[in-house]
């Protein structure tokens, strides 16, 4: 599976962005989705999952409420709704598949590059 993240860009602190990660090879519609973040000088960390049908769904607590994952099957596309950001949201945001369900990045088995999001004060 390979994988295109794209979206990010320099927003105000509680603006929004919508990130989309393009999935094209084996069967995107098979595999669960997620998001992770990593900000500079830190590691990177989970945001959000989407299972394969789009049923199920599971935020880190640092975004629950603000961030919106969903996917559109039919497109092989998963988007990341972002509302309320903060300037502590700035990071490259990257996409990843596995057929498993879960929020863990050791998981994941494939990996799209990141794009990156900078929220201003």
């Known amino acids: 599976v390979q994988l295109q993240a794209s979206g990010g860009g320099l927003v105000q602190a509680g603006g929004s962005l919508r990130l989309s990660c393009a999935a094209s090879?084996?069967?995107?519609?098979?595999?669960?989705i997620g998001w992770f973040r990593q900000a500079p000088e830190k590691e990177r960390e989970f945001v959000a999952v989407?299972?394969?049908?789009?049923?199920?769904?599971y935020y880190a607590q640092s975004v629950s409420g603000r961030f919106t994952i969903s996917r559109d099957n039919a497109k092989n596309t998963v988007y990341l709704q972002m509302n309320s950001l903060k300037p502590e949201d700035t990071a490259s945001y990257y996409c990843?598949?596995?057929?498993?369900?879960?929020?863990?990045?050791?998981?994941?088995?494939?990996w799209g590059k990141g794009t990156l999001v900078t929220v201003s004060s």
């Open positions: 090879g084996r069967t995107p519609s098979n595999y669960a």
């Open positions: 989407i299972n394969w049908s789009g049923s199920s769904t």
């Open positions: 990843a598949a596995d057929e498993s369900y879960s929020p863990y990045e050791y998981d994941m088995e494939y």
